[in-house]
């Protein structure tokens, strides 16, 4: 599978080749294969390469276009993206940086729970900042990353269709952004 553009860490890397298996067909992120290789042939993954390969198989099992990760930073109450697949690379400078209270993953944050949302292409909650319409995304949702009971940032996923998320994948999301941590924490 050709990844058209991953971001990490504030690189772009366009028609990246991808094949990857880390996270298991029920949800859960293995994290034995993901800390060491990505295969026999290869060496340790770096940070960046790890959360690249977590967001694809993520993007696989949840079958979604789009994904973000967002860390943290408490003392500013400001979200910094580390990696995404599928924004389009106007809106990368947008959601690069992110208050705390604004936009979905902002949201997340301020609320301390998940955001759904069906169709972001029509939604008029006023949750989602009015460029988010620009990622051509309907179905979205973003998950809280904690460390504990301590939220360390924020895991999203989107679909190009109109789609509502069930409890049961809502659930799954917050288990692998649980186990994110380990990797976000390094």
Known sequence: ?????????????????????????????????????ADLHQGPLSREAELGKFLHELLQQF???????????????????????????QLLDIVKTIPVGKGIAGQVVAQNKPVAICNLQTDSSGVAKPGAKQTAVGGALCVPVRDGGKTIGTLGV???????????????????GRRLSAILKV
């Open 1 to 37: 599978m050709t990844i058209h553009s991953v971001y990490v860490s504030g690189r772009e890397t366009p028609g990246t080749r991808c094949d990857w298996n880390g996270i298991s067909a029920i949800g859960g992120y293995n994290n034995e294969k993901m800390a060491g290789q």
């Open 63 to 89: 079958r979604s276009e789009t994904g973000t990760i967002h860390v943290l930073d408490a003392k500013n109450q400001l979200l910094h993206l580390v990696a995404q697949i599928g924004l389009p690379p």
């Open 158 to 176: 989107g679909t190009v269709r109109q789609y509502e998320f069930t409890a049961d994948e809502q659930r799954k999301l917050e288990e692998i």
